[in-house]
Nanobody, 122 residues
């Protein structure tokens, strides 16, 4: 029903910035809440940020608050994650996610992207 494709990952030095993009497709894609999770090697999946379908509500994990900003452009069916002041501990595979329930997206999701690697050098 919803397909998600991430882009924008790569290698960046500590203190730098990176913007991830996630293009969504499907009949109801623009009405879904969307968000980002990440998973570092040997660690469990971690919630990063979420945004309601209208963009009026956002929620960011404490670990990234003030550094990362989630946004969306419904005309393009795209969600973004602007990452500033990156730290080595931000290194992980970042996954785009979508769910019809905004609250549930803080824990899990109905649909997932394939993931994109973000590596922050010391």
């Amino acid at each position: 029903q919803v397909q998600l494709v991430e882009s924008g990952g790569g290698l960046v030095q500590a203190g730098g910035s990176l913007r991830l993009s996630c293009a969504a497709s499907g009949r109801t894609a623009s009405t879904y809440a969307m968000g980002w999770f990440r998973q570092a090697p040997g660690k469990e999946r971690e919630f990063v940020a979420a945004i309601s379908w209208s963009g009026s509500r956002t929620y960011h994990a404490d670990s990234v608050k003030g550094r990362f900003t989630i946004s969306r452009d419904n005309a393009k069916n795209t969600v973004y994650l602007q990452m500033d002041s990156l730290k080595p501990e931000d290194t992980a595979v970042y996954y785009c996610a979508a769910d019809s329930n905004f609250g549930r997206l803080l824990k899990t999701a109905d649909y997932w992207g394939q993931g994109t690697q973000v590596t922050v050098s010391s």
